[in-house]
């Protein structure tokens, strides 16, 4: 009987996706209230305070230097990965698109590779290339960086491929018909175009290197390039303070501005062409 | 003469976007072949007699397999290696089978019915995805702890099963990379169950079957593609997961997986080989699902393309 009535079922369902929600949002809450806690203790909640950011003189993230080095490292990390990546990424895109031929096809399950290899694969074969093969690179922050554009490149090279199909080839053909040269038209009429998808790119890569632990810790020497998760992972069970949710919590912060604005951006950018795309969605979902 | 025209700049063209992509090419060449060849070549390489440190063997032609059978045995032996990778099916499977029983209702909801809160909540889908995994996991250990909410709920409603949850057990680490991983498996599969024909549904319920019948003739094996890309995605990076064990239960050898074997043998000790070894072993189980996913991506890409 209650089975025919429409409605009802799509009820329980939303039960369950707002339990859901609950579920995968209410803990990381409940970590950030902890990082104002004005105790020490990491479970139990006792009045609010700035006391673990900046106010402590000594266990403070902003006085406790092995909590401030991770986030500086973290920050220039992800910063460095980002700005180098995603024009390799967006070149490789356009190139792959267009490129005819067995190597083009080749190059494509290549660059499709990095995307389902799981982490430790490549954290154990980058930790091995550098001890045994390219030994001359200094190993800690610059064998990071190599190591994290090496994992981005394939994420933004699948949301501006996304793109490209999406946006044809008519727009440049219309810009070289007019007398515009190939970079003209590529630089003039193509790259604006891709702006929300080199966007995208820009931050999913921002918060893939910010969320990396298996690469950064593989090629890690020690403190000097210890990353915030690295240093979530070795304090977290010892005997932490709520300082290290205060970390967590600014790392949050930093990816949730960058996402924002990079969203914010791309909404812009969308408004002024016309016409809005769920391809981004998409492609965003489908790298994950 | 006109022909001849043509062809040369299209030849041209050609190299051209080759040469675009050619920084990209090479990057991965260098970062990505290059090192996955070095694990085979310390694999099937020598182990310096007095430093006992990997001495890679690159050429193939002098391969030496003994080491990766040792390791192959050890992997077949169930009080060994085997126990490991036992384990590590086990909390997989686990961790998978709730990923699917929680994450296809949500899902479902969200693409299906959700009407006009459709953004919200793709929008709190995504969100866990900008939250640091390890921040996630730090929380459950605030969760968790002896003193933590999770025990407090426990007493304050009288239930058994108040106990240190941290000690090294398998729930915590079954339901720790469910956690970790449910975001990965609900997105693909909510942009499968979007795509899914109205139309077939609709037709189901005219011709008069119930909804529950529905529901499991047409719908749901209509979802299976978008399930199997789902649990693929999701668990190629839990085989490999050695962290979530690592932090949830400090590390315990009672709930070890492959991923913490791999790790021990690479860094904790000087028995690169057998690291390296696992790693490939890793790889080859894993091929079929890499395999399978690549070859649904690139036929979705031909799809976008044409």
């Not at chain 1, 991770?70 to 070149?91: D, E, F, Y």
């Not at chain 2, 099937?44 to 040792?70: C, E, H, Y």
């Not at chain 2, 299906?112 to 953004?119: D, F, L």
């Not at chain 2, 209509?222 to 979530?244: E, K, N, Q, W």
Request: proline share 6%; glycine share 8%.
């Amino acid at each position: 009987m209650s089975r025919n009535r429409p409605g009802q079922p799509a009820r329980g369902l939303a039960l369950v996706t707002w339990l859901y929600v609950l579920w995968s949002l209410l803990p990381v809450l409940i970590a950030i209230r902890i990082s104002f806690n004005s105790g020490k203790s990491r479970s139990t909640f006792q009045s609010p305070s700035w006391r673990w950011y900046f106010t402590d003189p000594l266990q403070s993230v902003w006085h406790d230097d092995s909590l401030r080095q991770p986030l500086r490292n973290s920050l220039k990390l992800a910063a460095l990965t980002m700005l180098i990546t995603v024009p390799i990424g967006v070149a490789m895109a356009i190139g792959l698109q267009r490129w005819r031929g067995k190597l083009s096809k080749a190059s494509n399950g290549l660059m499709l590779f990095p995307l389902v290899t799981p982490e430790i694969v490549m954290g154990v074969a980058l930790f091995l290339v550098f001890t045994q093969v390219y030994t001359s690179v200094p190993r800690g922050f610059t064998t990071q960086l190599l190591g994290h554009i090496t994992f981005s490149i394939s994420y933004v090279v699948v949301i501006v491929r996304g793109r490209l199909a999406a946006i044809g080839p008519q727009y440049e053909e219309a810009a070289r018909d007019l007398g515009a040269n190939r970079m003209q038209a590529m630089r003039l009429v193509l790259l604006p175009l891709l702006g929300p998808a080199i966007f995208a790119s820009l931050m999913v890569v921002f918060a893939g290197s910010i969320d990396d632990f298996v690469i950064s810790s593989f090629l890690s020497t020690g403190a000097s390039s210890e990353t915030v998760p690295m240093k979530i992972y070795s304090s977290g069970r010892a005997t932490a303070t709520p300082a290290l949710n205060a970390l967590a919590t600014i790392m949050l912060v930093f990816t949730l501005a960058a996402v924002g604005l990079a969203a914010l951006v791309m909404r812009r950018m969308r408004m002024r062409q016309g016409g809005g795309d769920d391809v981004q969605l998409g492609n965003m979902a489908a790298v994950g | 003469m006109a022909n001849a025209a043509g062809a040369a700049p299209g030849g041209h063209r050609n190299a051209f976007w080759g040469f675009l992509s050619l920084p990209g090419v090479a990057w991965l060449a260098a970062l990505f072949v290059v090192p996955f060849y070095a694990v085979a070549a310390v694999a099937f390489g020598k182990i310096d007699p007095i430093l006992r440190t990997a001495d890679p063997v690159w050429n193939p032609a002098q391969w030496d397999f003994s080491a990766m059978n040792r390791v192959i045995d050890r992997v077949l032996d169930p009080n060994d290696l085997g126990k490991t990778f036992l384990r590590t099916f086990a909390y997989v499977g686990g961790a998978l089978a709730l990923c699917c029983l929680i994450g296809y209702p949500v899902a479902y909801f969200v693409a299906r019915h959700a009407g006009p809160k459709r953004g919200l909540f793709l929008a709190l889908l995504v969100l866990p995805f900008w939250i640091s995994y390890l921040m996630r996991m730090l929380a459950w250990v605030n969760l968790l702890q002896p003193d933590g909410y999770v025990n407090r709920i426990i007493g304050w409603l009288h239930l058994p099963g108040e106990h240190n949850w941290l000690n090294g057990d398998w729930p915590a680490v079954v339901l720790g990379l469910t956690y970790g991983y449910i975001p990965f498996f609900i997105l693909p599969l909510y942009a499968a169950l979007e795509r899914l024909d109205k139309r077939l549904i609709e037709a189901g319920r005219d011709l008069g079957a119930s909804p529950s019948r529905v529901f499991r003739h047409v719908t749901l094996p209509l979802s299976v593609p978008g399930l199997l890309a789902a649990s693929v995605i999701t668990v190629l990076p839990m085989f490999g997961d050695y962290y979530t064990n690592g932090f949830l239960t400090s590390g315990s050898p009672r709930t070890e997986m492959i991923g913490n074997q791999i790790e021990f043998y690479l860094r904790g000790t000087s028995q690169p080989q057998t690291g390296a070894s696992l790693v490939l072993i890793l790889s080859a189980m894993l091929l079929v699902l890499m395999a399978y996913y690549l070859v649904v991506t690139v036929r979705a890409q031909r799809a976008v393309a044409t």
